[in-house]
């Protein structure tokens, strides 16, 4: 059982571990990263843009784990299915529509 999610703000702590974890360090100099700021000649703007996507899908994402995990119905497993259904049909039209 995940302990800080039963206490006050824990969605919060939730989205702090993917965006610190995977976005802020990863494991090379990738754009808007923190080695990507160092070593990267990328200019700090270019690389703040990216956070307009990533921050509010880590966000979107711990809330729905967060209230998923403290109302487990099946609502929110027919939802979560439904989304991973949309994610992998819109990859897999990315594919194709790179291929043409």
Do not use: D, H
């Not at 800080?4 to 990263?33: C, E, H, I, M, Q």
């Amino acid at each position: 059982m995940v302990g800080f999610l039963f206490k006050r703000y824990g969605w919060l702590r939730l989205w702090a571990l993917p965006v610190g974890l995977s976005v802020l360090s990863t494991t090379g100099p990738a754009p808007g990263s923190i080695e990507g700021f160092i070593y990267t000649r990328i200019p700090v703007a270019s690389q703040l843009k990216g956070y307009i996507e990533v921050l509010p899908q880590t966000l979107l994402f711990s809330l729905m784990v967060f209230y998923w995990y403290k109302r487990p119905q099946r609502l929110w497993n027919l939802l979560s299915g439904i989304l991973v259904c949309l994610m992998v049909l819109m990859s897999v039209l990315g594919m194709f529509a790179s291929v043409l």
